[in-house]
């Protein structure tokens, strides 16, 4: 064991570490998961772990007044973002983490449902996704999307959830982390 350990924020039961679980232990890095809506989120140390994972679910990153709980959340999720702590966000997960940088979180201009490869970019071949491969095919299940927040890198992406308006686009898929934040300067 490494000492290092991982913390998810899971939504539902059926969304796990799933490949990521795996690769952490791996490398000596002990995961524990907690339940958003059910664990006390407002309670934890947001640096009371070497990596935070926030996971997906069925649910959009702006539904507050639906599920309350997202405001602690979304503050654990800040401060860790504040104290330049490694934060990865998968679907659900990753519109979060845009929102708590301040960038928009809206409808995709189509669902993604299915099998289908992410594409890395050269910072995702360089990162931690770079197990996953290029083209590897996992399942996405999402309806929508987020803009780029300021100082995170783009990671990987796939064709339906792209913005096209924008080289530096990225999208949220369910089995693994799309980007990373970066180093402010």
């Known amino acids: 064991m490494t000492g290092q350990t991982a913390l998810a924020l899971r939504h539902v039961a059926f969304e796990d570490l799933g490949l990521l679980a795996p690769l952490l232990a791996e490398r000596g890095i002990a995961a524990r998961t907690l339940d958003a809506g059910v664990d006390d989120l407002a309670a934890v140390d947001p640096l009371g772990n070497d990596m935070l994972v926030v996971l997906g679910g069925p649910i959009g990153a702006?539904?507050?007044?639906?599920?309350?709980?997202?405001?602690?959340?979304?503050?654990?999720?800040?401060?860790r973002l504040a104290a330049g702590r490694p934060t990865?966000?998968?679907?659900?997960?990753?519109?979060?983490?845009?929102?708590?940088?301040?960038?928009?979180?809206?409808?995709?201009?189509?669902?993604?449902?299915?099998?289908?490869?992410?594409?890395?970019?050269?910072a995702g071949q360089a990162s931690c996704l770079a197990p996953l491969g290029e083209g590897t095919s996992v399942?996405?299940?999402?309806?929508?999307?987020f803009d780029l927040p300021s100082g995170v890198t783009?990671?990987?992406a796939t064709e339906i959830?792209?913005?096209?308006?924008?080289?530096?686009?990225i999208t949220s898929w369910r089995c693994s982390s799309i980007w990373r934040r970066t180093?402010?300067?």
């Open 62 to 79: 702006t539904d507050d007044a639906a599920y309350p709980w997202l405001a602690d959340e979304l503050r654990l999720i800040e401060r």
């Open 88 to 122: 990865l966000g998968i679907c659900l997960g990753a519109q979060l983490i845009a929102r708590a940088l301040g960038a928009a979180c809206y409808p995709a201009p189509a669902k993604e449902i299915g099998w289908a490869p992410v594409e890395l970019t050269e």
């Open 183 to 185: 180093a402010r300067t």
């Open 139 to 145: 399942l996405h299940w999402h309806g929508d999307t």
């Open 154 to 156: 783009h990671l990987a």
């Open 161 to 169: 959830c792209q913005n096209r308006r924008s080289a530096t686009a």
